[in-house]
Structure formats: structure tokens, C-alpha cells
């Protein structure tokens, strides 16, 4: 089953949708390389694995980790899951879940850096930073 990352679906027509991402584990093109698939004729989500999986009309098979979406486009995949009669609930809990984890994860580094920051010498043409965190972000 190939995957797709950073991946975005959306409305082809009235009744039908397709797929953007970066592909991976496909033989056809290579890794992490921008496709469209074709016309998607399921959609399943598997919850329990946190993803969905569809069926293309061409008859390829995609895993799309719901970490892994393009959060800037759920109200274009929510549009296109509702023409497959999938449940806006489902997705939305599990969109849910993966901010929560990503919001935790940034937490957790945060804390661990809070105190000592990070410093990068010769970043950027000789500059040298220092970020130092705390509980509201990031300060230069």
C-alpha cells in the first residue's frame, strides 16, 4: 500500500474527490515525490490506526496518517469526506488527537529546553542565536 504525506483531499467534481501529497513506497515515482492521484472511489477510516485509506479508480491503495495531513486544508478534506458519507465526527476527533499530541510534544520540548535555550553558532553568514524558551514560546 503506497503512503501519502502532507496530503490534502479535495472535491474533483460534485461527486467525486481526489488526493494531493507526497507519495512514498510507490515504485512509480520517487520517495516523497508531489502526485494527484485519480478519482477516489472508497474512503475507510481506520481509526484505531489513526488514518484513512482509500481506493483509487485506478485501483491503487493509500494509507494517509490523519499526523501526517495538511492542517491548513481540513475544511477542504472535510468538504470532500462528506460526498463519501463519511462522519465530520470521526474526523474531527481524530484531528483533535493529533493536535493534542502535537501541542504535548511541543510542551515536553519546551520544558526540557526551558532554562538553558538553544544556542546555533554561525547559522545564518556568520551569525551566531540563541532562542531561550519558556511556557509562552520562544524569545531571540
Not at 520517487?30 to 492521484?37: A, L, S
Amino acid at each position: 500500500m503506497y503512503q501519502l504525506k502532507n496530503w490534502v483531499l479535495y472535491l474533483w467534481n460534485e461527486r467525486h474527490g481526489v488526493a494531493f501529497g507526497m507519495v512514498y513506497n510507490n515504485p512509480r515515482f520517487p520517495q516523497g515525490h508531489e502526485i494527484q492521484t485519480s478519482v477516489i472511489e472508497k474512503i475507510v477510516i481506520e481509526e484505531e490506526q489513526g488514518q484513512l485509506c482509500i481506493v483509487t479508480r485506478s485501483g491503487s491503495h493509500y494509507c494517509l496518517k490523519f499526523s501526517e495531513m495538511n492542517f491548513d486544508a481540513i475544511e477542504k478534506i472535510r468538504a470532500c469526506l462528506a460526498v463519501y458519507n463519511i462522519s465530520a465526527e470521526i474526523f474531527d476527533k481524530c484531528v483533535e488527537c493529533i493536535q493534542r499530541y502535537k501541542k504535548d510534544a511541543l510542551k515536553e520540548v519546551i520544558s526540557k529546553l526551558h532554562g538553558e535555550g538553544l544556542f546555533t553558532p554561525d547559522c545564518v553568514e556568520g551569525e551566531s542565536a540563541h532562542l531561550d524558551f519558556d511556557e509562552e514560546g520562544i524569545d531571540e
